[in-house]
């Protein structure tokens, strides 16, 4: 009788609780920073700074830091999901582009949806999902079969499906989607199928695509003097990871991937636009408004798919609206997000491909630096200085982290044909024996990219970072560990053993009034609050 | 291209496959192994095999590939099964980055492997076992059919998994056969304590640590004095000196013997 009593309240308390399903209309992502309570994109806020600015933990009680609970998903493909949270609801997609609605207060699912995969799917790296995107009364996901798919908020229940692209020929929807006044973007992976990259936007209530940028142009058009033959059929240029918006120009921030086939550029000589470029699109038409790219010709799978910042920066004296991007390359950027221009930049991680950046912020390119039919030993490796995994600025630290990687590979240039729907890669990477990736977590100067501290991991970085206004910084290691750095020092204050690989990125938000912290660990998901 | 596709070559994560179709009846024999499918299973195989198994499958970090009878794959099936899926509880990883037709040309490669001529063994296994047993002392260390210590690696089928050559390397010269992973580490703790042993495992805030004498500890790095990396070390004596020449021919003959289960 008693626990028949005990249950019956708790379910009185719940349904007490819960609020109404969310709605989340464009002008609460819009101004999300005023309700830290919620994680309501992909990176916390349209500039992508993926930083919390609730402050209940700090290095003075982070010790109590505890789980409050885990969530385990029904899967043995790897996790990189970062959820949102709204009203006290967490949005979880899951490997493929399943979705998961779960009880923020017990971790307990509230709806599911399930993606059921179809043969012959193709993609290079596993059906992994970064997440979902909110707006009014919907949730969107990108799938591994490379749909749009909108659910209903209250039951996840599809209101629309759209086909992006064919599956079969290797297009796949790895990143989640960014919703935008009344548009849904979305970018697509399949780098190494020889696709040709682009990214989409869908209305958000119908699912009709309203536009599309193609990210390697076609013939006639400006940029295909940048590929040899025909070569920008080929020439990949995805866009797997979520960009970044700028609600007052109305513009769309997102980098692109590498250009293929990935190790071999003797078919496609010049520099390959729009590949391993941040490309600035008009977010009603998807025009271009600027591009800047990062490794011309690339030879070494160095994705600019990283998360673009965007910040007030003030360079040599002068205040800029500007993007900070940590790139794959080893380098950082910052650039004024009006124009393009680049503004700065310098290595935050171990290179020996380039001199360093003229003013332009080309690298200049030092010789034996491409893969050779032998192997070549190059720094950073194809994983690079950094990857998808996000970066965090605090405005109250003023201060840019990034997971960053030193690391050397061995270049190996192969043939390669192009055969639909096969992989298109052109040679490969073997590690350096002996000399394994090290990791780090590292605080730069947003202004300048100067090294403020680091903090080294015991092994490769693929994890990615949150701040907070508690001034911590959140991260997690191969070997499981979770941990909190003081924001200001890098000194680590806290630190709990998940039991398996973290490759995904932390959210923060509020459950019951306390401030948790969330994070992907192997196949679940583990939200920690204060005990006392 | 995305994270997880960086190791492209290394194939060292047992992932998913996303080019594997779960209804493919896998054929008996290899449809795919016609002169130029053998080629293309030989490169195949020196981009993602070699590093493990060695250029010529005489084995390394990886089982000894160039013998008439794989003990996880005696049929061609199971072969392409064990390069599609990888072996579970082991380092081998599932072939993700290769469709059906390649895993099948990767399959016609490593059986012509076995087709070469088996590696010729000097030496006399008896007189090894017994060196083995007695002058040796290896059974100090190591398991072999469930009997001996734990601090080394188990020897029940290292013939099934190294080289002749990588062997006689490993007793005359251990630190250059080392695990890529293996570490000695010295630790002093709080209290003065002086241990050395292999790691066991190691994060960023703790390492795991069993001494020589197969005790096991854990420590968080904060707590320790003092934590010393001996890199290239190896607990194991060097028998170069104390077998004659003839002894190791023996001793190795005696190692490559020893199947398992085979």
């Known amino acids: ?532 | 291209m995305r994270l997880a596709c960086m190791i492209f070559l290394i194939a060292l994560t047992a992932m998913a496959q996303p080019t594997t179709d779960p209804e493919y009846v896998i054929p008996k024999k290899n449809p795919f192994a016609t002169a130029a499918d053998l080629k293309n299973g030989q490169q195949l195989f020196m981009g993602q095999c070699a590093r493990c198994h060695g250029s010529k499958g005489e084995g390394g970090r990886g089982a000894v590939l160039a013998q008439p009878r794989l003990r996880h794959a005696p049929d061609d099936e199971s072969l392409f099964m064990v390069i599609r899926d990888g072996i579970k509880g082991t380092e081998m990883p599932a072939g993700y980055a290769v469709n059906t037709r390649e895993t099948w040309q990767l399959t016609a490669y490593v059986r012509s492997l076995g087709r070469m001529a088996p590696e010729t063994v000097a030496g006399d296994p008896k007189h090894g076992q017994e060196l083995y047993r007695i002058k040796g002392r290896c059974a100090q260390c190591h398991i072999n059919g469930g009997q001996g210590g734990s601090l080394g690696p188990e020897l029940t089928d290292i013939g099934a998994r190294r080289s002749a050559a990588h062997l006689r390397a490993a007793l005359l010269d251990p630190a250059s056969t080392l695990p890529e992973d293996f570490l000695q580490v010295r630790v002093v703790t709080e209290d003065s304590r002086n241990i050395t042993g292999v790691r066991l495992n190691e994060d960023t805030f703790s390492i795991q640590v069993r001494d020589l004498s197969g005790g096991i500890h854990s420590f968080l790095k904060d707590d320790l004095k003092e934590l010393q990396r001996d890199t290239g070390k190896s607990p194991m004596p060097s028998f170069r000196g104390t077998l004659s020449a003839s002894e190791v021919d023996d001793l190795v003959a005696y190692l490559v013997s020893l199947r398992g289960n085979q």
């Open chain 1, 1 to 532: 009788m008693k626990r028949t009593l005990t249950f019956s309240a708790a379910v009185s308390l719940l349904a007490a609780t819960l609020p109404l399903a969310a709605q989340v209309p464009y002008d609460r992502l819009r101004q999300s920073d005023a309700e830290p309570g919620n994680w309501l994109t992909y990176s916390g806020n349209y500039s992508s700074h993926r930083y919390s600015g609730l402050n209940q933990i700090t290095a003075a009680n982070v010790g109590h830091l505890r789980p409050a609970w885990v969530y385990q998903i029904n899967t043995t493909e790897r996790v990189e999901a970062s959820p949102l949270v709204a009203d006290g609801i967490m949005y979880l997609s899951e490997p493929g582009g399943s979705v998961t609605a779960l009880d923020t207060l017990t971790g307990r699912p509230l709806w599911k949806y399930t993606r059921t995969l179809p043969k012959g799917v193709r993609g290079c790296c596993g059906p992994v999902n970064r997440g979902v995107a909110i707006l009014n009364d919907t949730v969107y996901v990108g799938t591994y079969d490379a749909h749009l798919v909108a659910l209903d908020i209250k039951s996840g229940i599809v209101r629309w499906d759209s086909e992006v692209a064919d599956p079969k020929l290797g297009h796949s929807i790895t990143g989640a989607p960014l919703a935008i006044r009344d548009k849904i973007v979305v970018g697509m992976a399949g780098g190494e199928y020889g696709v040709r990259g682009f990214i989409d936007a869908y209305d958000a209530k119908t699912g009709k695509r309203a536009w599309r940028f193609w990210t390697v142009p076609a013939a006639g058009e400006p940029g295909i003097e940048t590929w040899a033959g025909d070569t920008a059929k080929t020439g990949s240029a995805t866009t797997w990871v979520t960009g970044s918006y700028d609600p007052d120009q109305n513009i769309v921030f997102w980098g692109t991937g590498n250009p293929g086939p990935d190790w071999n550029g003797d078919a496609r000589a010049g520099d390959n636009l729009y590949s391993d470029s941040l490309v600035a699109l008009d977010g009603d038409t998807g025009k271009l408004k600027w591009y800047f790219q990062f490794t011309p010709h690339d030879l070494h799978d160095w994705d600019a798919t990283e998360v673009p910042v965007l910040a007030d920066a003030t360079v040599r004296g002068e205040k800029h609206k500007v993007v900070l991007f940590g790139n794959r390359n080893a380098f950082y950027y910052v650039l004024d997000r009006t124009s393009g221009k680049f503004l700065t930049g310098r290595q935050f991680a171990k290179q020996s491909w380039a001199k360093g950046v003229d003013d332009s912020g080309r690298a200049v390119v030092l010789p034996g630096s491409s893969p050779t039919t032998e192997g070549a030993k190059i720094y950073p490796d194809l994983s690079g200085g950094t990857n998808w995994f996000s970066p965090s600025f605090s405005p109250r630290a003023n201060l840019f982290f990034v997971a960053a990687r030193d690391s050397a590979g061995i270049y190996l240039k192969g043939n390669v044909e192009y055969k639909p729907g096969a992989q298109f890669n052109g040679g490969g990477q073997s590690p350096v024996v002996g000399e394994p990736p090290i990791g780090f977590i590292r605080a730069l100067d947003p202004d300048t990219g100067e090294l403020k501290w680091e903090f080294r991991l015991h092994s490769d970085a693929n994890a990615g970072v949150l701040s907070t206004a508690g001034n911590l910084v959140f991260a997690g290691t191969n070997e499981g560990d979770f941990f909190a750095l003081d924001a200001l020092g890098g000194r680590a204050v806290w630190h709990f053993q998940t039991g398996a690989a973290i490759n995904a990125n932390p959210v923060s938000y509020l459950s019951g009034g306390k401030q948790h912290i969330a994070i992907a660990s192997g196949n679940s998901i583990f939200a920690f609050a204060l005990d006392e």
